[in-house]
Structures are given as structure tokens and as C-alpha cells.
């Protein structure tokens, strides 16, 4: 079964697509300076390396009255300029190719972020849609990776803890028609996938965002 690693690559792919590319946050490969104007334009950014897994080297960034402030790994550490930043994000970095995603407030559960993974496998020939489930981050966490603590929750239970009952079939057919087009995209560029994992999100206006598309999805 093809496995395909690189994030930027499938983001580049489905960013062709109209439809789809409404559903994708803001994104550019990682520079200071592409930071530095992003963080002008949105309340947060999250640096993620091109290929990892788990919620690796992930990193949320956002401007402070008194310098900036990042979470990683759980802890939330401020630095008081731009330098500062740019060394810590440095290390953390390494010589991993990083993205740049603009910052989506996700709805929350007890104050908790919650995404949803929808899961779609290929059987004789056909693709369909295995499992939505929600994903709870855990208490003090902004990724939702269940690695890392997270919590997995049935995702219509999920959607009826953030939103209205009237709502909550049109956020999963929303996630479901996107996973399918998505399908669609990436297997007629990449032949071979037989299983994909899609994380979506949901802003607390109610828009549905698609942040990461896995070909090994757990």
C-alpha cells in the first residue's frame, strides 16, 4: 500500500480544487519573514515539520503585548522579541523542512480543543468511510493527537457537544463530502494509496477547515 509522507506535497495537490481549497487554512512554507506576516494577519500560526506524525515538532506561535508566546510539547514559553523566537524555533526545527498553517480556534469541549478523523479505506475497488471519530486534546495541550494524550470520543457525540442538534449533519456530511473529492484528488495523483485518515477541524463560527491528510492513519 503507497504511503505518502510529505504534508506540503498532498496540501499543493488539493489546493487545486476550488471546493476543497476553501476548507484549507492559509499555509506557506516556513521563513521568518513568512512568519512575522503571518502573525500580523492571524490571532496564532502553527509551525509543523513537511513529515512527521504524532503531533511531532509541532508548534503554536502567537504575538504577546510583551514579545511572543509558543506552546510545545505542552509547555508555553514567552520571549520577549522576534530574535529570541526565531532561535527557539530554530532548535526546534533542526534541519526538518517546516510549514507554516495559519491558526484555526477550534471548538472546544470544557475548554479542551477537539478535531474529528475521518478515516476512508479502499475494498474491492471502492472507497468507503470506516470510522468519524472526535479527537479531545489533552487538558493543557493544543494538539489533539491521542499519542499525546488525547482522547478519542464518537464524533456524533462530539458534534453534539459543541454545536446545536439541527447542525451536527451538516458539519459530518460537510467532513464527508470533502474527505471523498479529497479521495478522488490524491489517488488519481498518487496511485497505489489504499487508506486515508483526514483531520478536520471546526472553528467556533462553525467552519470546517482540513488541517493534515494521513496515508498511514492509525
Known amino acids: 500500500m503507497r504511503q ?11 489546493l487545486k480544487h476550488s471546493g476543497v481549497a476553501k476548507h484549507i487554512p492559509a499555509m506557506r512554507r516556513y521563513s521568518d519573514s513568512g512568519l512575522r ?13 513537511f513529515v512527521g506524525t504524532g503531533g511531532s515538532r509541532v508548534v503554536k506561535i502567537q504575538k504577546t503585548p510583551g ?10 514559553c514567552h520571549v520577549h522579541s522576534w530574535n529570541e523566537l526565531a ?10 523542512k517546516f510549514m507554516l498553517q495559519q491558526g484555526i480556534q477550534l471548538t472546544t469541549i470544557n475548554g479542551r480543543p477537539i478535531d474529528y478523523r475521518v478515516k476512508m479505506v479502499k ?8 470510522a468519524i471519530v472526535g479527537r479531545l486534546a489533552r487538558p493543557g495541550l493544543f494538539v489533539t493527537n491521542l499519542c499525546r494524550g488525547g482522547s478519542l470520543l464518537k464524533g456524533t457525540y462530539a458534534l453534539r457537544r459543541t454545536f446545536p442538534s439541527k447542525r451536527v449533519k451538516g458539519k459530518r456530511d460537510t ?9 478522488f ?7 497505489g494509496i489504499g487508506a486515508l485518515g483526514f483531520d478536520f477541524g471546526i472553528d467556533i463560527r462553525g467552519r470546517v477547515w482540513i488541517f493534515e491528510v494521513n496515508t498511514n492513519p492509525h
Open 4 to 14: 505518502v509522507a510529505n504534508k506540503w506535497s498532498k496540501f499543493t495537490i488539493l
Open 37 to 49: 506576516d503571518m502573525l500580523h494577519r492571524y490571532p496564532f500560526v502553527v509551525a509543523k515539520p
Open 67 to 76: 514579545g511572543y508566546l509558543y506552546h510545545y510539547y505542552g509547555k508555553k
Open 87 to 96: 532561535a527557539a524555533l530554530r532548535r526546534i526545527r533542526g534541519r526538518h
Open 123 to 130: 475494498s474491492r475497488k471502492s472507497w468507503k468511510i470506516t
Open 175 to 183: 467532513m464527508r463530502g470533502v474527505a471523498r473529492t479529497c479521495t
Open 185 to 191: 484528488l490524491l489517488e488519481k495523483h498518487y496511485p
